[in-house]
């Protein structure tokens, strides 16, 4: 409990800070549901709030860059171990043009924390609490809905052995409002 404690005070601290400089407009809220699998049948349930960015960068003819974070609860099953985590991701996304403004497509990157509240599963030593998410994926926003399919990494970055690691393929819906 102390850690989505926080996570959520870092979230709003961040969002705050950010929030008053000159160059940067948050936009909308968003909350987003997820369900993934990693290569040996761990289930992955996520559920997050997510904060826009309106801010735009790297702006071509083809999209431009821009970015969100996001603060999730995650739980992770198989058989009768789980373990649950909540973690806290800054995402950049590159999107593209598409010639109508009710619809994108985009593609996103990000590396963000996850505290554990346990670090085995299915025979996996994770080796701490405290893991990196790295996460690389595309989707597709029509108006308010968000839609993506995602690949997700968590580890230590080999700050303590064993780093098993997991490695997972999850399907997000999200709505903005």
């Known amino acids: 409990m102390k850690s989505v404690l926080f996570l959520l005070i870092c979230f709003l601290a ?32 996520r559920a997050g709030f997510l904060k826009q960015l ?11 860059a821009r970015g969100y974070f996001e603060l999730s609860y995650n739980r992770w099953e198989s058989g009768r171990e789980d373990v649950n ?44 609490n405290l893991l990196f998410e790295d996460r690389a994926g595309a989707g597709i926003r029509i108006k308010n809905v968000d839609i ?3 690949y997700m ?12 690691g997991i490695d997972i393929l999850i399907g997000t819906l999200a709505w903005y409002f």
């Open 85 to 128: 985590a909540v973690a806290f991701s800054p995402v950049f996304q590159y999107v593209f043009y598409a010639g109508n403004a009710t619809w994108y497509p985009y593609i996103e990157a990000g590396v963000g924390v996850a505290c554990l509240d346990d670090y085995t599963i299915n025979d996996r030593n994770l080796s701490s």
């Open 148 to 150: 993506s399919l995602r």
């Open 54 to 64: 309106n801010a735009k960068w790297i702006e071509s003819k083809t999209g431009y």
């Open 14 to 45: 961040t969002s705050n800070y950010v929030a008053a400089q000159d160059h940067f407009d948050f936009g909308e809220w968003g909350v987003s549901l997820g369900y993934g699998q990693s290569i040996d049948h761990v289930d992955i349930y």
């Open 153 to 164: 990494h968590y580890s230590n970055a080999g700050l303590k052995e064993p780093n098993d």
